[in-house]
């Protein structure tokens, strides 16, 4: 059940982020870049670090539910780097480095995110592993791409 309720958390946290994202994005005259600071750090630290804590936590269970099996060190290790974004992310935006440095902890987290979610497809063809947490990998990471690539774009055009 709690694995539910953080799925949801991190569905329905990066939906607010979207929202406000937009909202600040669209305020005046589009500004991306006010935009992404906005947006970056709160979409790393929702999917990262709410990640990260679980497979810490629950990582046993968070395994099962995508049809994987636990294996202790590995999936620590994993959670860590996880929580490692989130906190890089914070420290970025925190540290006022500015969009140059936050779009580049966003893109090295977006790959993450592409090369874990051919690691889910992958799975579940070869292994015909169809669990939600396995297969739903592959479309929320295109649709944050999706979502992500207007102000992106947008932003890099103006830096």
Do not use: C
Request: hydrophobic letters at 55%.
């Amino acid at each position: 059940m709690l694995l539910h309720i953080l799925d949801i958390a991190r569905i329905l946290g990066v939906a607010a982020t979207f929202y406000i994202g937009y909202s600040i994005g669209f305020a005046g005259d589009y500004d991306p870049i006010a935009q992404l600071h906005f947006m970056v750090p709160a979409v790393i630290v929702i999917i990262a670090g709410i990640s990260g804590i679980e497979g810490l936590v629950l990582g046993d269970r968070a395994a099962a539910a995508k049809g994987y099996a636990a294996d202790g060190n590995y999936q620590r290790q994993s959670s860590f780097a996880l929580l490692s974004y989130a906190a890089v992310a914070v420290f970025v935006r925190v540290s006022g480095w500015g969009i140059r440095a936050e779009l580049t902890i966003f893109f090295a987290f977006i790959f993450f995110l592409v090369f874990s979610g051919i690691n889910h497809a992958a799975s579940a063809v070869r292994d015909r592993n169809f669990k939600w947490q396995n297969i739903n990998r592959p479309f929320i990471t295109l649709a944050l791409i999706a979502g992500m690539a207007y102000p992106v774009i947008e932003a890099m055009k103006r830096i």
